[in-house]
């Protein structure tokens, strides 16, 4: 977790276990805004459940990225529970140009649990993921274009 802070952004966030257990379809956390290689994404986690017995947290996090014109937003949503046993480095979720985000659950007491969301480069994600076609050819389009304004230097 320490190598993806580093190389990204994080938040943190404490869930109220007690409150989340006296309300039905879970409780929504404090948004947080991040940036990125100049990509701004806002993101939303929404706890849904939780079990004391074997310490896991389920979550819904949403992530939006404006887009332009301005009024296009893409959206990621994926739903999914964190233990202590989840690596982010291979249990993240997939972003658009070759980022990805990843909760982490770092604490679970009687009556509340932290979390932690980290938004990082994929170049840092496992090993076993292999980057779609379009990320290949985005990524050869920006060497290709940062080698053309090197020569003109």
Sequence with gaps: MLVLEGAGKKFDRTIDLETLWKTPGGIPLEEATLTLENIKRDFRIFVIEAHSKTKEVKVRLEIRTPKEPPA???TNVAEFWVGFFDFPIIDNTRLSSDQRCAVV??????????????????????????????????NLL??????GENKTR
Excluded: H, W
């Design 105 to 138: 659950l770092t604490a679970f007491g009687e009556s509340s649990a932290d979390i932690t969301a980290i938004y990082f480069p994929g170049s840092y994600a496992s090993l076993k993921e292999k980057p779609y076609y379009q990320e290949v050819v985005q």
């Design 72 to 74: 296009e937003v893409e």
């Design 142 to 147: 920006k060497a290709n274009q940062f080698l």
